[in-house]
């Protein structure tokens, strides 16, 4: 399930569905691996972030991994703030994960996705190119690992 805060009609509306588009692209990317679709998760970035997104998936599929537990990618959009007259924004985003990415035929798993609960707050940019809010930027705040340590838990 999907947790949105922002009216979608609003602009926080389109700029957390954007976000929340782009996280699932990403997962259901790592869970066809090593066929991911980079395309269909760099259509949604924009400048040095997609040209480091695609660096990554590509990296992911040519190492011939797998993922499982994909499902368990969750993102929650707690803040957002607009710039330059509605066209650029910030966002505060929480996003827990447990996925697992490894080698099929070693079983080794591949670094900070071995399956362990990780809760991740992060700044995610962007800016609006013909109408269409695109990430170009994503700056890790704070990460930690177990659900009784869990960032993205409300309280």
Avoid: H, M
């Avoid at 970035?45 to 990554?56: K, N, S, W």
């Avoid at 710039?83 to 924004?89: C, D, P, V, Y």
Wanted: glycine share 6%; aromatic share 4%.
């Amino acid at each position: 399930p999907v947790t949105t805060n922002f009216d979608p009609t609003t602009i926080e509306g389109q700029v957390e569905a954007a976000i929340i588009a782009e996280d699932a692209a990403y997962a259901r990317c790592i869970s066809q691996l090593p066929e991911c679709d980079v395309d269909s998760v760099v259509i949604l970035g924009e400048g040095d972030y997609a040209v480091g997104i695609r660096d990554l998936l590509e990296q992911l599929n040519s190492q011939d991994l797998a993922a499982e537990n994909t499902e368990s990618i969750q993102t929650v959009v707690r803040e957002v703030e607009l710039f330059t007259n509605g066209s650029e924004a910030e966002a505060i985003v929480c996003t827990v994960d447990s996925s697992r990415i490894f080698q099929p035929s070693t079983g080794a798993v591949a670094e900070n996705a071995d399956g362990s609960y990780v809760s991740r707050q992060r700044r995610v940019v962007l800016i609006k190119v013909r109408e269409v809010w695109l990430i170009s930027g994503n700056v890790l705040l704070d990460e930690a690992v177990g659900e009784e340590n869990d960032l993205c838990a409300t309280t």
